[in-house]
């Protein structure tokens, strides 16, 4: 299986990742692509700022990666997670999938996002307009006092 | 042993800083420098409970303990993707 794991910094190329994916034995190509909505939970969102543990990210996307060719023959597998500012509609995270098949090709993708989701070191807070909020915490577990470490 | 502490998420904007360095007598667990640098804090055990620890890149649990060298990271309920 070839792979493209990429955390940065800047805009997600799209048409770039596609050329890339695309294979002449592959009849399925199969794409996830998250963007930044511009609502959450009844607010406006005005950003969201994503931040990493970026060599243990990418050591984990790895491992999901070996996961995934472990478990379906897969061509090819692009992950890339952008981090940083977005904006409303900018994509935060492009999975590219390209098999023989598409059984296997949606299968692998689904897989791949439920994992990055629930393991990979990345951090998202969501900014609205008269304050912001880190998605994933539980409200009651912490206040925002500022400590001296 | 000098063991260096990364902070991400939450702990950033609690501690103002998103990594620190110190100095730690021998036989010390990632909870112990957990409990010693949220001290102050009043929902302490709540955050503990749903934080990862990870020690040289590695998940560990907050049992792990430390050895001179390490980098440890506090880290919140993930949200990427």
Redesign the interface.
């Known amino acids: 299986m070839n792979r493209r794991i990429e955390l940065t910094d800047q805009p997600i190329d799209t048409l770039a990742m596609e050329k890339w994916l695309s294979d002449p034995s592959c009849g399925a190509l199969v794409f996830f692509r ?1 963007t930044v909505r511009h609502h959450h939970e009844g607010k406006e969102v005005l950003a969201l700022e ?4 970026a ?3 990418v ?1 984990t996307l790895q491992e999901v990666a070996d996961e995934v060719e472990k478990r379906w023959p897969i061509a090819k597998l692009l992950i890339c ?1 952008r981090i940083g500012k977005l904006l409303p509609e900018n994509i ?2 492009l999975i590219g999938v390209a098999s023989r098949h598409r059984t296997d090709a949606f299968s692998a993708c689904q897989y791949a ?1 439920d994992n ?10 969501e900014q609205y307009r008269n304050s912001s909020q ?5 409200c ?10 | 042993m000098k063991i260096r502490i ?1 902070f ?3 702990y ?6 998103d990594s ?1 360095e110190r100095e730690y007598p021998a036989n010390k667990t990632i909870e112990n420098l957990f409990d010693e ?2 001290a ?4 302490k055990e ?2 503990k ?2 934080t990862q620890f ?1 020690k040289n ?1 590695n998940f560990v649990p907050k049992d792990s303990p430390v050895s001179d060298g390490d980098e440890v ?1 506090f ?7």
């Open positions: 998250g994503y931040s990493a543990y060599e243990m990210a050591k997670h935060s995270i996002i990055i989701k629930e393991r990979v070191p990345i951090w998202k807070r880190w998605v994933g915490l539980p009651d577990s912490a206040d925002h006092s500022e400590l001296r470490s | 990364r991400f998420g939450i950033r904007d609690l501690l103002n800083t620190v640098i949220l102050a804090h009043p929902r709540d955050l409970k749903v990870a890149l990271a880290m919140p309920p993930m949200s990427g993707g």
